[in-house]
Nanobody
């Protein structure tokens, strides 16, 4: 079994910052060999890509809406991927999920990921 557990969400005022964490575990899951991604889902909307990072952390990708404000990173020794979110806006309000990339052709699509966590709520007040 592979488990991904997100944490670090909360309520923050616009302009504030949060750091999300996603801890991976599972005997059959080689965290250090997997690219990882963060997605988010706002009420009534589809889950959307936020950021992705390759296995070593040497390559990252961001959606246009968060580029220059968010930073994805990872610590393979701790089997954890992070999402640092700065200059938060009310439109960033959503449940944030992490996933493990299983199809490199779909690195920005939900269908390209597996082993989703339960999500962590981020609420940005204006």
């Amino acid at each position: 079994q592979v488990q991904l557990v997100e944490s670090g969400g909360g309520v923050v005022q616009a302009g504030g910052s949060l750091r999300l964490s996603c801890a991976a575990s599972g005997r059959t899951f080689s965290f250090g060999a997997n690219s990882m991604g963060w997605f988010r889902q706002a009420p009534g909307k589809e889950r959307e890509f936020v950021a992705g990072i390759n296995w070593s952390g040497g390559s990252t990708d961001y959606s246009d809406s968060v580029k220059d404000r968010f930073a994805i990173s990872r610590d393979n020794a701790k089997n954890t991927v992070y999402l640092r979110m700065n200059s938060l806006k009310p439109e960033d309000t959503a449940v944030y999920y992490c996933g493990a990339l299983v199809d490199y052709r779909s690195s920005r699509s939900v269908s390209g990921y597996a082993y989703w966590g339960q999500g962590t709520q981020v609420t940005v007040s204006s």
